[in-house]
Each structure stands twice: as structure tokens, then as C-alpha cells.
């Protein structure tokens, strides 16, 4: 069997013959179930120790060789009923724990409704591996029953496709091939070659599909046998490190998108440069914070003094970065992600722009007080714009000895507690309810964009699928960030969702589980005004009959949340005012859906 790793736009589809394994005591008698072991036991050898699947025949001895080595020790199964919910899953799995999580789907429209998951992985550059159960040759382009083109469906998103012929029970035991046929699958998805993201393993089964597996033929894989480095690993083959002084150019801002990474503060810090870090940045904290980035980068005095740039992460929550970076007096650096494409909007509107792209940022030299006299006008003028925010009660007067003041601040309390929610309140709430030992997911709603212009700087930990920023797959990727984060020692984290109601009916086959699996502590919060605030803000709605945005934008919805939610096995509250919210979000339900009628 030869085989070679790509990382090319357009996807190898190259075939393999799949060697006879017997990879244990003894086999089971069945090629596909001897082979679908090997090949699971050298996916964790690699790094790749979870394993997603849904139910499906031609997928069957994987999924229950994955059962039976879970059992032994040496990987984790998730079950999700359908392959939408099973590839988002999978993408929460690889984004928190750092390694891809393996999913195992059956022939057919399966492997099609993977496609959502993959498209966001690739563009986020998150791994993943994709195991797609597949005819054998003699049965494809015949008018086969659940038998399509495999190999490559996923077109240029995935980079890495190899053709598994089926395995058959001859010839002798190959299980080095095996070996480096997952090592090298891992090493592409995990970004060694190039960008990570998914790759694909299209495995053909003859009959008999599996076999019965005893616990004797299953031996486990020792931990020190599995290589997490190898899963992890990130390689930036190519890209310089960029070494700036902050002398080059004091009128310099630090852009941190989705994903930055905490060396965006740092930077910012060494540079003496205001740090523009949007809400799932992983960056939102530090001194040099500035909440109200929009507002600043559209005055002249502020914005207009921009000369220097550096971009980390993938910014997509704003329209006035792109419009800083297509500036032709502003340099810009950007420090590659993981994501697809780079991200260089200058290129748009001026195809000969000169964006450096970098591995990463050495900060030389020291700050002046020129650098911490710009900086600081930017932050004290974003705290400024901010305000108090919405100020409680006055605490003085409910200790004070005069009664009437007293009486006041009761009244007061009250009042607050009886207000009704609109979204500033309700991302406000979530934000201040979520500590680092928590995750929040953020859908692509208008929730995020409020929170990312209001919420203050907190050093938790955020994500949102802005790979494309769809809304589809919001909660099945926070239940698989959930998975993993509680398999950590000690772990007692909660993991919030802030989504809208469009995105929260877009993902309900999320919210089915089978039987047998385990639940995990999450919450859903879902801010419902009845339909997609977000499309009110396009340009199109002045011009437009508001009947006609209403119906095929807005696209107002009246779901009964709270039976749709109890039906499945979830727990409801409504929180219709401040104090319900503020009792939701500290309910120890494992699995709660909160719902919040939104007030604008």
C-alpha cells in the first residue's frame, strides 16, 4: 500500500488496498471487523482517541469495533442519532481538547450530511478525520442501493482523501501499513503539512459487515502508547517571525479575531498598542483592552491616526477592520491561523497591497511614553462611551440609618429584579455568569455582535463556529466542547450557550440523544425575539415592503420551546425579567434550556 500526504487546495482522492489485519490475539473471522480494530487502535496510537458516531449498516464494524476498544481502554464513543449533529460534535471535541476527534458514518446521504461540520473545520482550521463507510468496488456505479461517489464529496475542503479498498482474508498481516496510513491521516488533519482541518478515510466492507468481537481479541492501548503530540502538533512552514519595535511605528493597533490566542494581549502589551479583541478572541482582557473599537476606528481622530496593524485570528464581527486594513497608508501584519484562507481584505480593493504574513510576532525595544500616551487615550475614551453601564441599586443607601433610604433602595431592588430583558442585559448576564473554569459558546446571531461591543474585558474561555459564521451546529458543538472539558480531572465547569431563537430550532436534533449515553452540564440560553433580529439592520429593509423582509428574512417564528425541549429530556426555565435570569443562570440542571423573550 503507498500513500502520500497533500495539503494542496484540491482534494487526492488516492486508492489504497486495505491489508488483512489480525491485530491481537486472534481475529474475529470477519476482514472488515479485523481491519476497522487495526485501523481504530493505530487512529489512537496517533492521538486520535474519540470516536463520534451514528447509527448506519455499512459503518457497522467500526462502530462496533470503537464500542468494544472503548471498552478495553484506549478510546471514547460518543453516539449521535444523525450526521449533522455528529459532525459538529466532533468539531466541539477537537476544539477543546486540541486533537481531532475521529466520525464514523454509514454510505450515502451520511457522509453528505457531514458536509456543514466540514466546511466550518476547514475554514477554522479545526482537525478532524472522517471515517465514511463505503461500498466495495464491484458495487459502485451499478445502481447500488445507498451508493454514491465517496471520495471526495467534500470537495476542496478536504485535503487528504485516500479510497480504502475493502479489506479481504487474504494475504498475510500488514499492520505497519495500517499504522502509517492513520499516522499519516492524523499528521495532515493536525496541520504538520499545512493548515489543519478534516481529511478523509472512505473505507469499503464487504459482507459479512462484522463480526462479534470477544473481549480476548480486543486488547487496549496503553496510554503511554498514545502520541498526543503527534495530534497536536502545529507546523508553520514557511512564515517568518516578524520582530517589531515599538519605535517603528507608534500609531500602531493589535486586531485580535476569533481565535487569537492570549499572545494578542501580550503583543499588544510589548507594543504599547490598543488591543481591538472581538468577544471569541481569546483575548478580551488587559490593560490595553478596548471595548468600543467600532465607535473609535470610524473617528478620524482615532481611527483616521492608524498607521500600523497586527491581525491575529480571524476578525468577522466587524465591517470597520476590513475598512482600516484596505487603507493604503496603514501596514499591515498578520499572523497566520489556522483558518483556510488567510485573511487579508486589503486584497479586495487593492490587489497590490503588501500584507506581511507571519508565524508570529518578536516584540523588540521598549515603550515610551508616547506609545502609553496613545494607548491610553484609546482605552479612557472606550470606558468613557461605556459608561456605568445599567447602575443597580445604590448599596449605601441600603445600610444607611435613615429609613426612608432604606425604603428607596427596596424599591429599587425590585424594580431591577422585575425589568424585563433585552439584549444588552441578557449578554451582560452570560458574561458575567461564566468563570474560567467554564466555556460559553456564542451562535451567529445578533447576540454575539451585542456582546462584543458591550461585555468588558474577563479572561474566560469563548468560541463561535466563525470559520463561515453559520448558525447551524451551535449546540452539538458546544456539547462536544462539553464532553471534552469534563473528561479533565476535577472538572466542574459549566457550558453555556447564547443563541438566538433562528439558531436554536436550526440545531435541534442537537438536543436527541440515545438512552445510553451521558449527559453533560449544559446550558442553552436562547434570547427570542421570534424571528432573525439580524437581517433588520440590512440596508435592503429601508427599501423593501416590511411584509416581505418578514417573511423570507426575519422569518418570524412562534415555537413553544418549552415543550419541544421537555419532550426530549431537557429541563426548562422561562426568564422573562432580570431576577429569573439571574436565578437560570445558576440552576444546577445538568441540562437546561433557558429561554429569554427578548424585549427589543
Partial sequence: MTSSATNDATATNETTTAPPIADGPA?????????????????????VTDVVVSPGSRSQALALAAVALGRAGGTTVHVRLDERTAGFFALGLAVESGRPAAVVTTSGTAVANLHPAVLEAHHSGVPMVVLSADRPDELRGIGSNQTTVQPGLFGPAVSFVRDVQAPTAHGGTDVDAVRSLARE??????GHTGQPGPVQLNVAFREPLSAGLRPEDVPAVPEDEVDTEHARRR??????????APDDQPATVV??????????ERIAWELGAPLLAEVSSGARFGRNLVVTYRELLRDPGFGGAVRRAVVLGHPTLSREVPALLQRADVETVVVRGPGADPFDPARASR?????????????????????RAWVGRWVATSRALLGDGDAGPDLDAKRSGDRAERNRYLRDEVALRRRPVDRTMLVEAVWGATWPHDRLVLGASQLIRVADAHVPGKKIRVHANRGLAGIDGTVSTALGIAAALERTPDSVGTTRVLVGDLTFLHDLGAFVTGTEEPTHRVQVVVGNDGGGAIFRGLEVAAT??????????????????????TGLGWAYRRAATWGDLEGALTDPAQRLVVEVPLTD
Avoid: K, N, Y
Wanted: charged share 20%.
Fill in 27 to 47: 481475529g474475529s473471522g470477519s476482514p472488515a471487523t479485523d481491519f476497522a480494530l487495526a485501523l481504530l487502535r493505530e487512529l489512537a496510537r496517533a492521538g
Fill in 351 to 371: 490587489p497590490d497591497a503588501a500584507t506581511s504574513f507571519v508565524s508570529d510576532v518578536r516584540v523588540t525595544g521598549r515603550t515610551t511614553p508616547a506609545h
Fill in 185 to 190: 491521516a492524523v499528521a495532515v488533519a493536525s
Fill in 235 to 244: 507546523v508553520h512552514a514557511g512564515l517568518p517571525v516578524a520582530e517589531l
Fill in 255 to 264: 486586531i485580535a479575531g476569533h481565535d487569537a490566542g492570549e499572545d494578542a
Fill in 544 to 565: 423593501t415592503p416590511e411584509q416581505d423582509m418578514r417573511r423570507v428574512m426575519t422569518t418570524p417564528q412562534h415555537v413553544d420551546v418549552e415543550r419541544v425541549v
